[in-house]
């Protein structure tokens, strides 16, 4: 795992803490979006269709620190939107980095070397950098020419500097297995500290429909991926629990635990995460805990998430069972996943196809929520008038 021995040292501690108490539904990840609006306008993001009144609204610190308080996840991770153009991020980032909890900032990078100085560097603070593949892979997917570069150029400079730095990779329809460990091989020479990787989720109001993969698609993906690693006997210093990528396999049967990255953005605490933004909010993460139908959430339970493999879903239940089974994880761990054979099964489907009906009938078109500016004038436009924001 590529994490520092005082991180995973507090987390373990704060996990066993949580199971002497009894505790069963815990966080570990505190999501927390200060802003939906975004320089860039991604075909396979979902989390910016918001009117404009709603895209220039900002979370105050203090209600950005009373959420972690509140939470007292021992991780933040703070997503959009893109963060950089919150003008008191620094002083948000500060406050997390005060309080000893390990915070990542996701960034698309675009701003990231100009601003960079207004962080700490710290074992406590880490750049999460959006990095899809290769130049034109990458390019292609944030739908902007020349970003690849630019994001190279901030990671090198956070280097240098001294920062944490680790890149997330969303993977597609239609990737090439070669070609994405190719990526995890120049990342590993990039020096970055982690890789953290899944599957891109289907948001309902992502433009493009057509790039999400289903689940047994996005598994034989990640074997195909895994095995042109072992054979090439690369170590990628991947971000997650071996469990985890196990389970990307397909060799475990898992199903989600929500709870373990709970949300908070300018809304308030998001139901049931921070992927499902139709769901509604609870004012109070003890409401959030207490009146969520978490049994109506996860694969099998609701077709929403059907297709979902994504790490801050799963990641805690990989987590779980690794405190539980912990020579099954040291096993996977040393031996590496299997990659040939049949696909563990997935929790069996209990909903009918009334809900998967309804599902999809309550869909909230993306013309009822504000209209993506997705050309590139218009983002190239909302760029230059926010970045000095």
């Known amino acids: 795992m590529a994490v520092p021995m005082i991180q995973q040292y507090k987390v ?12 069963k539904k815990y966080p570990l990840v505190l999501m927390l979006e200060p802003l939906f609006q975004c320089n ?38 703070i997503p959009g939107g893109e963060p950089l153009l919150h003008k008191q991020m620094p002083e948000i980032v500060q406050g997390i980095v005060d ?36 130049r034109e892979r990458h390019d292609e997917s944030v739908c902007r020419e020349g970003v690849f570069d630019k994001v190279i150029d901030a990671i090198q400079t956070a280097r240098d500097k001294g920062f944490r730095v680790t890149v997330n990779c969303t993977l597609f329809d239609g990737e090439v297995p070669k070609e994405v460990a190719d990526f995890f091989d120049y990342a590993t020479e990039l020096g970055i500290e982690g890789i953290m990787t899944s599957p891109g989720f289907s948001y309902d109001h992502a433009p493009s429909q057509d790039v999400f993969m289903g689940r047994d698609k996005s598994k034989q993906l990640f074997r195909d991926i ?43 605490w998001q139901k049931p995460c921070y992927l499902l933004v139709d769901e509604g909010y609870e004012p109070t993460f003890k409401d959030l805990m207490a009146n969520t139908d ?18 801050c879903g799963y990641e805690g239940t990989a987590i779980e069972d690794t405190f539980s089974h912990p020579l099954k994880s040291l096993k996977v761990k040393l031996r590496g996943s299997k990659l040939s054979g049949a696909f563990a099964g997935d929790p069996p489907v209990v909903y009918d196809e009334q809900a998967r009906a309804d599902a999809t009938a309550t869909k909230v078109p993306i013309s009822s929520i504000g209209k993506r500016e997705s050309t590139s004038t218009q983002v190239e436009t909302e760029e230059r008038e926010h970045e000095d924001a």
């Open 226 to 268: 895994f095995s042109h690693g072992r054979e090439r006997g690369s170590k990628w210093p991947l971000n997650h629990s071996p469990l985890y990528l196990d389970f990307l396999a397909g060799n475990q049967s898992y199903q989600c635990t929500p709870w373990s990255n709970p949300t908070y953005n300018i809304f308030g």
């Open 294 to 311: 978490w049994d109506s959430y996860g694969v099998g339970r609701n077709p929403k998430c059907d297709n979902c493999m994504a790490h």
């Open 40 to 77: 860039l306008a991604c075909a396979g993001c979902g989390k910016i269709d918001h009117p404009k009144e709603i895209l220039k609204q900002r979370m105050s610190v203090e209600d950005a620190l009373g959420a972690v308080d509140e939470c007292d996840a021992p991780m933040v991770s």
């Open 99 to 134: 309080r000893k909890k390990f915070v990542y900032l996701c960034t698309n990078a675009i701003q990231m070397k100009k601003k960079m100085d207004d962080y700490p560097v710290s074992p406590y603070f880490t750049w999460s950098v959006h990095l899809d593949g290769l």
């Open 12 to 23: 373990a501690s704060y996990i066993i803490k949580q199971k002497l108490k009894g505790n």
